[in-house]
Nanobody
Framework: VQLQASGGGLVQSGDSLRLSCAAS?????TAWFRQAPGKEREFVAA????????YYADSVKGRFTISRDTAKNAVYLQMNRLKPEDTAVYYC????????????????????WGQGTQVTVSS
């Protein structure tokens, strides 16, 4: 499975962006992670394809929304009320067998990764 992430850019604090992740095939679920300079990769959001159940990091809950389009094998991350601390490279990741709930936030649970898209939020 190949993943292609897009939609990043430079915006101001309070603005919105929508990231897209196109997959070449069906998976068990897709997640978004992000990595800021000098920091570890962190979980942002995920969606389980079979049930559409979603998961969010506390830092983005209420501001970000993850959704999927099964017909297009695509996942989107709508990011509203962006903050400077949201600045990072955003990666989409997928796994044929979606992790159990307790492991959704663990990067090693995902077998496939996109190339990343830069999101920069200025204050």
């Amino acid at each position: 499975v190949q993943l292609q992430a897009s939609g990043g850019g430079l915006v101001q604090s309070g603005d919105s962006l929508r990231l897209s992740c196109a997959a070449s095939g069906r998976t068990g679920g897709t997640a978004w992670f992000r990595q800021a300079p000098g920091k570890e990769r962190e979980f942002v959001a995920a969606v389980r394809w079979s049930s559409s159940v979603t998961y969010y990091a506390d830092s983005v809950k209420g501001r970000f929304t993850i959704s999927r389009d099964t017909a297009k094998n695509a996942v989107y991350l709508q990011m509203n009320r962006l903050k400077p601390e949201d600045t990072a490279v955003y990666y989409c990741a997928a796994s044929l067998n979606f992790p159990i709930t307790s492991a959704v936030r663990d990067p090693p649970m995902y077998s496939y990764w996109g190339q990343g898209t830069q999101v920069t939020v200025s204050s």
